[in-house]
């Protein structure tokens, strides 16, 4: 049974920088891809990157800007968020994979409990 857990959120200035994490049990993260979500009050759950054995798949919004990676002896995946914008305001979610295209929500099967973050202007 996997469970994610979401940490590292938070209020950050225009500009600074944040990094969330998704610690991973009751599965090894080499086994499965994990992605990261955002959403923001009456709008849908977005994409924001995934990262799979050997790929990394990025949003155009953050691309550039974020980077996904992770640390398999801690069974925790990471997303740097460089120069975020006040746009970047949402809570965080992580996601473990099971089928289809990475992009969509609908291929996650297990969620994480989000983590709030305000970017300020």
């Known amino acids: 049974q996997v469970q994610l857990v979401e940490s590292g959120g938070g209020l950050v200035q225009f500009g600074a920088s944040l990094r969330l994490s998704c610690a991973a049990s009751?599965?090894?993260?080499?086994?499965?891809?994990v992605g990261w979500f955002r959403q923001t009050p009456g709008k849908e759950r977005e994409f924001v990157a995934g990262?799979?054995?050997?790929?990394?798949y990025y949003a155009d919004s953050v691309k550039g800007r974020f980077t996904i990676s992770k640390d398999n002896a801690k069974n925790t995946v990471y997303l740097q968020m460089n120069s975020p914008t006040p746009e970047d305001t949402a809570v965080y979610y992580c996601?473990?994979?099971?089928?289809?295209?990475?992009?969509?929500?609908?291929?996650?099967?297990?969620w994480g409990q989000g983590t709030q973050v305000t970017v300020s202007s």
């Open positions: 996601a473990a994979h099971r089928s289809g295209d990475y992009y969509y929500s609908s291929s996650y099967y297990k």
């Open positions: 009751g599965r090894t993260i080499r086994s499965y891809a």
């Open positions: 990262i799979s054995w050997s790929n990394t």
